[in-house]
């Protein structure tokens, strides 16, 4: 169920994103699909200081994403704060380099400096290998039957070309606050609640709670009108998290990670398509590479990622199988 949710005059606009108030003073950037960005973002105004939530996947979005901060709240952005480590949502970081405290869990730090880090490495020095994956998968794209997946890769191949393009500016900006259960950030006229319940979609997934307002600024724990995607998740340890959200937090709106604004029927959404997916993937023949006789869901067909739908499946079906030899081992 999508909210209501003002569209904001007060910002020029970008091609990017479109702003909307889902509280007073608190703004989503929902990401437009195609626009080669990726991830929303949220800028939350405490009163006296600036915080934004995520950073998005190109490097322009970023920098119009602080302009509209900086316009709607009328100073700098003091705090960034970064939902998990996927380059969708800490990619724009540096735009926000050096005025803002960066604020993440210290698993995401870890992460960030890790493997994101030497993924970096490897991309700047083999980009001419990079490159050629990219070209060898647009030409793929046009081998796939599904018309709807066709333009949703076309829409990816865009984003990495950018992400391509802008490689020789880019700078891995790393958190310099972290913290591993909550810390709080307040403001003259609000506090926000920073929190973990460890890590479901991505190692770990944090999140903004807005107490007065029953806001919260989700990251890719849920989203909307998308389906969720698995290629870092624990679906299980997913489903945890979601009860605890929902028996911990009293939540009126959500900001999620893809899509539009939303309530907890969202949240309550992502829940059932985690449970079916996992129960689908139970019964998947282990030698069907293709799952080439698996269909989308009536319910799903009109939700974005298509092409995550059968990834999921393969993922949860390899997952299980871990977890089966974990346990006879
Ligand atoms: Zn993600």
Known sequence: MRIM??????????AYFRLKEVAEGVYAAICVP????????????????????????SLQAARDLRQAAEQLTGRPVAYVFNTHFHGDHVNGNQMFAPEAQFIATGKIREVLAGSVADRLAQH???TDE???????WEKDIEQEEDEKIRQEMRWEVMAEREYVRT??????TLP???FDEEMWVHGSKRSARLMTFGGGHSDSDAFLYLPAEKLVVIGDLVLSGFHPTMSHANPWEWLKILDRIEA???IDAIIPGHGEPCSIDTLREVREYLRFAIGLASGLDPNDENLDGVTIPEKYDDWLFR?????????????SKQREESVQG
């Open 5 to 14: 949710s003002k569209t904001v005059e007060a910002f020029a606009g970008s």
């Open 34 to 57: 195609g626009s080669g960005s990726l991830g929303n973002a949220a800028i939350v105004d405490l009163g006296d200081a600036t915080l934004v939530v995520d950073t998005t996947l």
């Open 124 to 126: 700047r020095s083999k």
């Open 130 to 136: 990079l490159i050629g994956m990219i070209d060898q």
């Open 167 to 172: 490689l020789p500016e880019f700078r891995l």
């Open 176 to 178: 310099g606050l972290t």
């Open 248 to 250: 911990e937090l009293e």
């Open 307 to 319: 092409f995550d739908f059968k990834n999921n499946l393969k993922r949860i079906r390899e997952l």
